[in-house]
């Protein structure tokens, strides 16, 4: 930098319009510096702001930061989603990846949270002709990079809340690294052909399930990524827990969801539901309760 700002407003200033101008979108094209062709207006105003160095000036250096900066985040994205990429093409999903990148910047250091809001975002986006298979295909892939970058979570065990009178007055909520998940195609065999495309545009056949099939995606005490079958009616009841609850607020959301044969299944199970949830660690007390 040319001079370091005298002023908290100053600083904010400088970064705001810094992250600004590194956020711009690499051109399809470009010889050198990328910002010459994507904002060649802003030449001037970098060599002004920023000390040159190593021959390079403000600007060059500028353009070094966009290249890197914007090659790193959609690598990061296109590592996550490797099935929506073979299902929406590799243009198309970098064009909804950029977008996204726009409408929500990193805001944390942790790169595992850099796709956090991109399942919401395509949901309300992206109209695609493949859009049940993508947005199916984001969610399973997000919940499995979940399993492996979220806490843990406080368990119900750890916190002495495993005894059943102590459940029904309990705010609970899953753990952090489980998602329930719906698949009505075979995602996990269709990953396992995409992840050796290193140019992302193969064609594979996504084969579609004999019948939905439902999984909670979480990881082990050995950190293993797991996909445990669920029914209808259970992965109804954690999805229940997806925000904090009782048990007594999860039953109402459930009477709404569930019609009389299901309800059938919810009493004949849940008594052994929760005994094998409590004892795997998927559900965890609500912090901000206690």
């Known amino acids: 930098m040319r001079r370091i700002?005298?002023?908290?407003?100053?600083?904010?200033?400088?970064?705001?319009?810094?992250?600004?101008a590194i956020a711009r979108p690499l051109p399809d094209e470009y010889p050198a510096n990328p910002l010459a062709v994507s904002a060649p207006e802003l030449h001037a105003e970098a060599?002004?702001?920023?000390?040159?160095?190593?021959?390079?000036?403000?600007?060059?250096?500028?353009?070094?930061?966009?290249?890197?900066?914007?090659?790193?985040l959609i690598s990061i994205m296109q590592s996550e989603y490797t099935c929506a990429i073979h299902i929406m093409g590799l243009r198309v999903?970098?064009?909804?990846?950029?977008?996204?990148?726009?409408?929500?910047?990193?805001?944390?250091?942790?790169?595992?949270?850099?796709?956090?809001a991109f399942p919401a975002f395509l949901e309300r986006e992206y109209q695609g002709e493949c859009r049940a298979e993508a947005l199916q295909a984001i969610a399973y892939e997000r919940a499995l990079s979940n399993a492996f970058d979220a806490p843990e979570g406080?368990?119900?065990?750890?916190?002495?809340?495993?005894?059943?009178?102590?459940?029904?007055?309990?705010?609970?909520?899953?753990?952090?690294?489980?998602?329930?998940?719906?698949?009505d195609w075979d995602f996990a065999a269709f990953r396992a052909l995409c992840l050796p495309d290193t140019d992302l545009e193969a064609e594979f056949p996504l084969q579609r399930e004999a019948e939905t099939t439902y999984l909670a995606i979480y990881r082990?005490?050995?950190?293993?990524?797991?996909?445990?079958?669920?029914?209808?009616?259970s992965l109804a009841v954690l999805e229940a827990f997806l925000a904090p609850a009782?048990?007594?607020?999860?039953?109402?959301?459930?009477?709404?969801k569930l019609g009389p044969e299901d309800q059938t299944e919810l009493m004949g199970g849940i008594s052994g539901w929760f005994r094998e949830w409590v004892a795997r660690g998927w559900l965890c007390r609500d912090e901000k309760a206690d």
């Open 5 to 20: 700002p005298d002023t908290r407003s100053e600083l904010d200033e400088l970064q705001a319009w810094f992250g600004k």
């Open 47 to 72: 060599d002004a702001r920023l000390r040159g160095n190593g021959g390079l000036g403000g600007f060059g250096r500028l353009g070094i930061y966009n290249q890197q900066y914007w090659f790193r």
């Open 93 to 116: 999903f970098n064009d909804y990846a950029v977008r996204y990148l726009e409408a929500f910047p990193p805001s944390s250091p942790f790169l595992a949270q850099l796709d956090e």
């Open 154 to 183: 406080q368990t119900l065990a750890e916190a002495g809340t495993a005894a059943p009178s102590e459940l029904l007055s309990a705010r609970m909520r899953l753990a952090p690294h489980l998602t329930p998940v719906r698949a």
């Open 220 to 233: 082990d005490a050995d950190l293993e990524i797991m996909r445990e079958p669920l029914t209808r009616v």
């Open 246 to 256: 009782t048990l007594a607020e999860a039953f109402e959301k459930l009477e709404e």
